[in-house]
């Protein structure tokens, strides 16, 4: 279990810190939680191709507890709803677990970068549209009855220049949008890490 405990850590410090940091706008879309959560699947990936998927279960799992403690606390705080804490548990469980699916599904199959690009593209996806549709559509909106988020389905341009569309939805969009990008950039310690730190052993 001591092999794994820097993913445990890292994935620990990626959960709390976004759950801190996406109280913090960045622009008119986007919080700074949007920036440090998709690091997650880079731990998730980088666990999986070492250690294969059973250990990145593990630090899923570990990721998904921590979450869920930082929420109930939050919570606590006054500074979220039963229903995001909901949303924001089930979509990193969720993702993250189709991330190793779609990963190990694409172990060996083509160039070292397919398996970990797809999917996050996959994971990033499922995420951004489990959390935004659930934590703020009119039609979740049984699951805390006593929640306010109407301000989140007023309608204007998706992004300020698209379509009419819900805010929630641009600002999903954006969240979507800032996930793809940090999924390419992460190829980069991806490759170093597994390349020149650590090694992949069988899979298990």
């Known amino acids: 279990m001591t092999r794994f405990l820097p993913g445990v850590v890292a994935m620990t410090i990626i959960v709390v810190a976004s759950n801190i940091l996406v109280q913090y706008h960045l622009g008119a879309w986007l919080t700074w939680g ?9 731990v998730t990936d980088v666990m999986n191709r070492v250690y ?3 250990a990145a279960r593990r630090i899923v799992l570990a990721g998904f507890v921590v979450g869920v403690l930082c929420s109930l606390i939050a919570a606590g705080m006054d500074k979220t709803t039963l229903r995001i804490a909901i949303a924001s ?3 990193f469980l969720l993702a993250q677990l189709l991330d190793i699916t779609v990963f190990n599904a694409l172990r ?3 160039g070292w ?4 690009l797809l999917s996050s593209f996959f994971g990033s996806a499922l995420d951004t549209a489990l959390f935004f549709s ?3 559509a009119a039609r979740f909106s049984f699951i805390d009855p006593s929640d306010d988020v109407s301000w989140a389905n007023e309608h204007l341009p ?3 220049f698209g379509p009419d569309a819900p805010l929630w939805a641009s600002l999903g969009t954006a969240d979507w949008l800032m996930k793809m990008l ?4 992460a190829l980069v310690p991806f490759r170093l890490i597994v390349r020149n730190i650590l090694r992949p052993r069988p899979v298990i």
């Open 89 to 91: 548990g089930a979509a």
């Open 158 to 160: 998706l992004l300020g």
């Open 108 to 110: 060996n199959n083509g």
């Open 182 to 185: 940090l999924a390419l950039l």
């Open 134 to 136: 659930v934590a703020f």
């Open 34 to 42: 949007a920036i440090t959560y998709p690091f997650a699947f880079l």
């Open 52 to 54: 294969g998927p059973a």
């Open 113 to 116: 970068w397919k398996a970990p």
